[in-house]
């Protein structure tokens, strides 16, 4: 699976961006997705999460209420909708995807994704 995120940008706080996880290979729709961010000088963190059917989705406390993740399978597309966007969230966003394990719980490890995709900065100004 080869994924390439985009959709980031600049915005001021408040606002909102909408980032896409374009997604190439078979095995994509057996996959979940997860998307993570690296602020600067900080540590690489889990963001959110969607599973292979979309019927399951997790988020970190710090996003919860404010971003939504959501995927298209026929298009291999994974979205995160971002709103009220506080300059917290200025950090490069990667999607990431492991083949999905259906008696497991979402990954929301960075060390469990198999596949990763380039970042996309987003940032948020006060």
């Known amino acids: 699976v080869q994924l390439q995120a985009s959709g980031g940008g600049l915005v001021q706080a408040g606002g909102s961006l909408r980032l896409s996880c374009a997604a190439s290979g078979r095995s994509f729709s057996r996959c979940d997705v997860g998307w993570f961010r690296q602020g600067p000088g900080k540590e690489r963190e889990f963001v959110s999460a969607?599973?292979?059917?979309?019927?399951?989705?997790d988020y970190a406390d710090s996003v919860k209420g404010r971003f939504s993740i959501s995927r298209d399978n026929a298009e291999k597309m994974v979205y995160l909708q971002m709103s009220s966007l506080k300059p917290e969230d200025t950090a490069v966003y990667y999607c990431a995807a492991v083949a999905s394990i259906l008696t497991s719980p979402i990954a929301t490890i960075g060390s469990q994704y198999d596949y990763w995709g380039q970042g996309t900065q987003v940032t948020v100004s006060s």
């Open positions: 969607i599973s292979r059917s979309g019927g399951s989705t």
